[in-house]
């Protein structure tokens, strides 16, 4: 039987944002938002999600990722029961629960720094982080040096050779599966983790909990140095991200067809996206807004775990800036979007009960059938079984005749229930301007 995350839709949540928390961390920040974010839950089924990627969710002090308490849920988003009840309502509704693991750096309150910064050579968590020299002092005044992720001092950067901090944050993962039964971690930065500790977390988390996911952050690199039997179960597909985007603003499906070949051989593990909390929205990326329907028609049947970011389906737009970044982590109150009817939210959720409900979704062999720059098709196998998806980024219709890749007398269009013939082993079809088709192949 296959894994839940084989099978996964997640839907992204960047909970600080949703709720319109504190921009900074204070001790009256403390608030009870748990129960709005419980009445999401029905929201994000209803789109065909069955799995939530929810963070950062550890007591920080400003944007989530300068821990300050790792065994603590954020103040500004609610106390530990709320979190345990949040975790429950969702595994009710069949929805898996992945929260951040910010494991590369932490915050300077976190009480590791605070020791050294008390204490010097006689704290011991001088060997806690990475390039603590006390000969020196540091750009922001503090009596000695040490290394900040990307330069930021802010994000002291912890020294995961130390056998104390890997301990640590082994005993943390436990921490959150025994406190609040989660079901897997996103590892923040993973593409400048120790590669030995992701295995040995691999290691541990396979004691820890059955079939618990490690997801990692990988922007840049060959995926498959991070994804394998020893490491991670998966990494952020970036590569597809920007083929995706720029394939339709160029018209030009070569570049995804391309890049979906390059990562054959781990493409259905990869975690795919067209936006996140660090990306523009993808309706703010598109020169044409009609090829939303493309876009996400190819996040949900292309090889990978697809992930729909909080108010994307709406269409929300969404750029940043050099300096800030908020705009694309706002405030959404449920209560004024429930009663949205929204044509690209129901497409969404077509698009994800299909992928949902057919196996040749979950990690399928991927097959290309068809490809110039402004139409592409390919197969999905599931044994003999096969889905052909055709997506058309013109604004004219495009009559196209596609090759049936398995036995078939006909094709469902599982969006809207069209049939049509398979003559000769062919398929011939018009594909509406900026839409696509699912095809399902069925013997008479």
Known sequence: M??????????????????????????????????????????????????????????????????????????RLGGREGFQEFVSSCHEAGIKVVVDGVFNHTGREFFAFQDILEHRENSPYREWYRGINFAVNSPLGD?????????????????????????????????????????????????????????????????????FW??????????????????????????LHKSIYSGHNDHNYFEIAHNVKRLESIGS???????????NRIASKLHDPSHLYPVYTLLFTL??????????????????????????????????????????QDFISKLGHIHEENPEFHGGRYQELLLTNRQYAFARFQERRAVITAVNNDKADAFV????????????????????????????LTIPANRGVILKIMEE
């Open 2 to 75: 296959s894994k839940w995350y084989e099978r996964g839709v997640f839907y992204h949540i960047y909970p600080l944002g949703l709720v319109g928390a504190p921009k900074e961390n204070r001790e009256s920040s403390v608030a009870d938002c748990f129960g709005e974010l419980c009445q999401w839950i029905s929201h994000i089924r209803s789109l065909g999600c069955n799995a939530i990627y929810i963070g950062p969710l550890f007591e920080s002090s400003t944007h989530g990722y300068d821990t300050r308490d790792y065994r603590m849920v954020d103040r």
């Open 143 to 211: 009596s000695f040096g040490y290394e900040g992720w990307q330069g930021h001092l802010e994000l002291p950067c912890l020294n995961l050779f130390n056998p104390e901090v890997k301990q640590y944050l082994f005993d943390t993962v436990q921490f959150w599966i025994n406190t609040f039964d989660i079901d897997g971690i996103r590892l923040d930065c993973a593409n400048v983790l120790d590669f030995c500790f992701m295995k040995e977390l691999r290691e541990h988390t396979m004691d820890m909990k059955e079939d």
């Open 214 to 239: 490690l997801m990692g952050e990988v922007i840049h690199g060959e995926y498959g140095r991070w994804v394998n039997q020893e490491m991670l179960h998966s990494v952020t597909n970036y590569e």
């Open 269 to 279: 593990r990869l975690y795919t996206f067209v936006d996140n909390h660090d990306e």
């Open 303 to 344: 090889p990978g775990i697809p992930s729909v970011y909080y108010g994307s389906e709406f269409g929300l737009e969404g750029k940043r800036t050099n300096t800030e970044d908020s705009m694309l982590r706002p405030r959404i109150s449920f209560s004024e979007i429930r009663e949205l009817s929204c044509p690209l």
């Open 401 to 428: 005749t596609i090759p049936c890749p398995c036995e078939g007398n006909t094709a469902v269009n599982l969006l809207d229930g069209e049939v049509f013939p398979v003559t000769d082993h062919r398929i011939g």
